[in-house]
Every structure is written in structure tokens, then in C-alpha cells.
């Protein structure tokens, strides 16, 4: 009984050993036939990067990328230090070289500006520039007002035109980056982006007109057609519907019949008439007896008219 019994357990020593020893060929095979992923050096950024900053080697750390390194990553700790940062970058992630100026370009607000565009300086005030709420990244209208010149067809007084649309803004007062809080904060200076056309002529508005700046959505790329107000047209709209017509020979004019006929007033009506008061009944009940007495009724006094 024993000798059995020690033989099912040496049996089933040995089958639990060969599985054993054919689940580890498996996995050891098929970690040999397994390849490692590949890894690339790539430059990563050290820490937060804003726009505007210039990069150094502090700012920088090589990362080991696996997979397809991204289009337009740089290698080389040399190929990005002294470069300006015209995308924002964060710690961790590779620093690409289209969010990198030009070698040489330098940093601060012309290396963000793109090719083909301008900035253009325009002095503003806490309500020109929309009482502070002018921040890098928004897009804002420009509205001129001013006298035109003599001899233009528009009339005479002043005039409000809107000259330029969707025109973002670069730089409000000394901040050259994004406020991601949208604090306002009060400035003298707006940096607009803007085509050496759109230029030229702010450079002719600046000194003989008044610029108003008009936030606008972002998403909005919509450009409204405007014909430009006075003071001549918004007066003449406002008191036009209050002028009486005149005829010629300076009559005022009578109103036209509306063919409704007038309803005539409602006769007053009659005063009713008051009735005798009724007479006052007292009934007296002594024992089993039983009477009455009538008192007559008093009129009451009339009411004054």
C-alpha cells in the first residue's frame, strides 16, 4: 500500500517537472526571439520654456525617445542652445526645431514674429485698449475716428471707420506672452501683427486719428463689410422720426384720416332711486304673551354732491 502510494507521488513529481521545464523553454524562447524596442537620443527641454526666453544648456537634457522620433526633433544640445523660443515648451517634452527662431535671430518679440509679417506699435490707454483686457494672443478690431480731410466725399465732422480686422495682438505693454489667467492689467503699448500694407497704413492713422481697439473671438475669422458713421448721420437718424411733416409754405401738415370713426361717450347714468327705509319691528315676549311693536322707518341723510 505504501510502495503504491509513493509511486503516484513520484509520477506526479515528474509530470509537474516536465510541464515546468517546457513552460520555461516557451518563455525563454520567445523572450529570445523578442527584439528590444529601439531608442533615440533626442533634446528634451529641463524645465517649462515660455515665448520670448532664450535657450541654454541648463534649459535643455537629452531623452531617450522610443519609437519614430518627431518630425523636426533636434539631436544635438548644440543645434538649439542660444536660440529663441517662439513656441512654448514644457519639461519633458522634445524640443522641435519649429518652435525654435532662427540661429542668430535672437530672442524677445522679433524673433516671434514670422516671415512676411510686422509688428507695429500702438499707444493705447486704459479704455482705448479695452480697459486692460488687451492680452498677448487675442485678436482685436481697430475703429479710427478723426476729421477726414477737406475735399472728401464723406462730409464734414468727425468719422468712425473701421480700418482693420482680426489683427492680432503680440505683446500688451511689456508682456510678450500669453496670460493663461486673463488678468487685466492696464497698458500704454499694443504690438500688433500685422503685413507691411496693414503697416504702412497705421503708420498714416497714428497721428491724425484716434484708435480704438474692439475685442473679437478668436474663432471668428468673419470680416464685416462697414461703411463707416458721423455725428451728421447718427443725429439726422435720431430726429428724424421726431420731426412734425411740413407742407410747403412752412403749414404743418395734417395727420392722415386712420378710418376709424370715433365711438361717442356713454350717457351718464341716471342716479337710482332710494327706496323708503323699512320700519323697525320690535317683538316682546312676556310669558305666553306675545305683541309686537312698529316703530317707522328714518330716512337717511342725502349724500352732499
Known amino acids: 500500500m505504501n510502495q503504491r502510494f509513493l509511486t503516484v507521488i513520484l509520477f506526479a513529481f515528474v509530470v509537474a517537472a516536465a510541464a515546468t521545464f517546457g513552460l520555461y523553454q516557451v518563455v525563454i524562447s520567445r523572450m529570445n526571439t523578442t527584439k528590444a524596442t529601439p531608442t533615440v537620443p533626442l533634446v528634451g527641454a529641463a524645465r517649462d520654456l515660455p515665448e520670448g526666453s532664450l535657450v541654454k544648456a541648463d534649459d535643455l537634457k537629452m531623452l531617450d525617445w522610443s519609437g519614430p522620433p518627431p518630425p523636426q526633433s533636434i539631436q544635438k544640445i548644440e543645434d538649439a542652445v542660444g536660440r529663441g523660443v517662439i513656441g512654448q515648451m514644457f519639461a519633458g517634452e522634445p524640443v522641435l526645431a519649429t518652435r525654435l527662431a532662427m540661429k542668430g535671430a535672437g530672442a524677445g518679440l522679433a524673433a516671434m514674429i514670422p516671415p512676411g509679417m510686422r509688428a507695429v506699435a500702438v499707444r493705447v490707454n486704459d479704455i482705448v485698449g479695452v480697459a486692460g483686457f488687451v492680452v498677448p494672443g487675442m485678436h482685436v478690431d481697430l475703429i479710427i475716428n478723426g476729421v477726414p480731410p477737406s475735399g472728401a466725399p464723406t462730409g464734414s465732422g468727425n ?90 409754405g412752412g403749414q404743418t401738415a395734417k395727420r392722415a384720416p386712420t378710418g376709424l370713426k370715433p365711438v361717442a361717450a356713454a350717457p351718464a347714468a341716471a342716479p337710482a332711486k332710494r327706496e323708503p327705509p323699512p320700519n323697525l319691528i320690535i317683538e316682546i315676549i312676556t310669558g305666553r304673551e306675545r305683541r309686537e311693536l312698529k316703530f317707522p322707518g328714518q330716512a337717511l341723510p342725502e349724500e352732499k354732491k
Do not use: F, H
Open 159 to 248: 468719422l468712425a471707420k473701421t480700418l482693420l480686422q482680426n489683427i492680432e495682438v503680440m505683446s500688451a505693454g511689456q508682456n510678450i506672452q500669453k496670460d493663461s489667467e486673463g488678468k487685466p492689467q492696464p497698458v500704454q503699448v499694443v504690438n500688433l501683427l500685422v503685413t507691411p500694407d496693414q503697416a504702412e497704413v497705421l503708420s498714416l492713422v497714428t497721428n491724425d486719428t484716434r484708435i480704438q481697439l474692439v475685442l473679437r473671438n478668436p474663432m471668428d475669422r468673419e470680416v464685416a463689410v462697414t461703411s463707416g458713421t458721423s455725428l451728421g448721420k447718427i443725429y439726422a437718424g435720431a430726429m428724424g422720426s421726431a420731426r412734425p411733416a411740413t407742407m410747403e
